[in-house]
């Protein structure tokens, strides 16, 4: 075994999805470089259990070979976009430095990508659905794909993107307003807030556990497998019947104020076909709604996230 054959590169290190994957790639026993520029991230979610440098992506080129990158450091919000026009051309950039340094060590590739590319497609949807973006937040996770499968073709560089679909769970508390509305919806109940809804709530998400995001991850590690695979629970939920399982799960009554949704192409429902994953990955999500959503409420009462009136 190499030197280097135990140690995984994860960009985006300190944000949700990354720290998750550092939290647990540590626990197996794995030898880690972290990156992460801080944007929105936060070094509170891992300083309990890495105490190592994070460095900025510009400095990847320093490491020799490496066997798998997860390259999980994206904006992930079209909110973000929005504001800023020109994250998509520093995104990209990042994405070929990243594509490059694969190609330059012909390592493993695996990326995080977004069910926001199905906009406009009809439930459940499929990888195989022609995509057609709307945005520029949709736009550049589908060039950053287009890229990946580009330099398969030319260099035979082997990578996984997955299209996660609404991951929530436990240490969301930094996201602020790119928060799941699952944390959202929890954390106003749970404060004696009236949780703002667009429309009537009958709008239905796929909703999945971080947990089940980080065992896809790890299936990606492991498989032979390449190209896009939709990550999701294969279930959906309303809003409003969100509301009432946290309603539930914390004893009280409060309704939604429901207003109408200021975003131009809003998302009705979503949907993931997980049959891909299922067969080629092994991929089996295991947490359910009720489960995920009461550890989201467990989480917020353990660390006093609640408001007081």
């Given amino acids: 075994m190499g030197a280097f054959d135990n140690h995984v590169i994860i960009s985006g290190a300190c944000g949700f999805l990354g720290s998750h994957l550092v939290e647990e790639l540590l626990r197996r026993k794995h030898d880690l470089i972290l990156f992460d520029n801080k944007s929105s991230g936060a070094y509170a979610n891992i300083k309990d259990f890495y105490t190592g440098d994070i460095y900025d992506l510009e ?3 320093w490491y020799p070979r490496i066997p798998v990158v997860f390259h999980l450091g994206i904006p992930s919000s079209y909110k973000m976009f929005d504001k800023n ?3 998509y051309s520093s995104t990209i950039r990042d994405f070929i430095n990243v594509l490059e340094y694969c190609k330059a060590w012909n390592s493993k590739l695996i990326y995080a990508s977004t069910a926001s590319l199905y906009y406009g ?3 459940p949807f499929k990888e195989t659905m022609i995509i057609q973006p709307k945005d520029l937040y949709s736009e550049c996770y589908y060039e950053m794909e287009r890229l990946a499968t580009l330099y398969n073709s030319l260099y035979g560089l082997k990578s996984i993107g997955l299209r996660l679909f609404n991951v929530y769970g436990k240490k969301e508390q930094y996201k ?3 928060a799941s509305i699952i944390y959202q919806i929890t954390t106003c109940i749970g404060s004696g807030d009236k949780p703002v809804i667009y429309k009537d709530g009958s709008q239905t998400r796929d909703f999945i ?3 089940d995001v980080i065992d896809a991850l790890l299936l990606c590690m492991n ?4 190209g896009i695979f939709n990550i999701g629970s294969g279930e959906t939920f309303s809003f409003n019947e969100i509301i009432d399982l946290v309603n539930v799960l ?6 939604p104020e429901y207003k109408k949704s200021p975003i131009p192409k809003y998302v009705e429902f979503s949907l993931a076909d997980i049959s891909k994953a299922r067969k080629l990955l092994g991929f089996n999500p295991k947490v359910s709604i009720e489960e995920g959503t009461k550890k989201v409420v467990e989480e917020c009462l ?3 996230m609640f408001k007081e009136k």
């Fill in 85 to 87: 026009k020109y994250l």
């Fill in 302 to 304: 353990y660390k006093g």
């Fill in 250 to 255: 914390l004893d009280v009554k409060i309704e």
């Fill in 223 to 226: 498989s032979k497998k390449e």
């Fill in 121 to 123: 497609n009809n439930i």
């Fill in 209 to 211: 556990y971080i947990d």
């Fill in 59 to 61: 400095k990847l080129s």
């Fill in 176 to 178: 602020g307003d790119n």
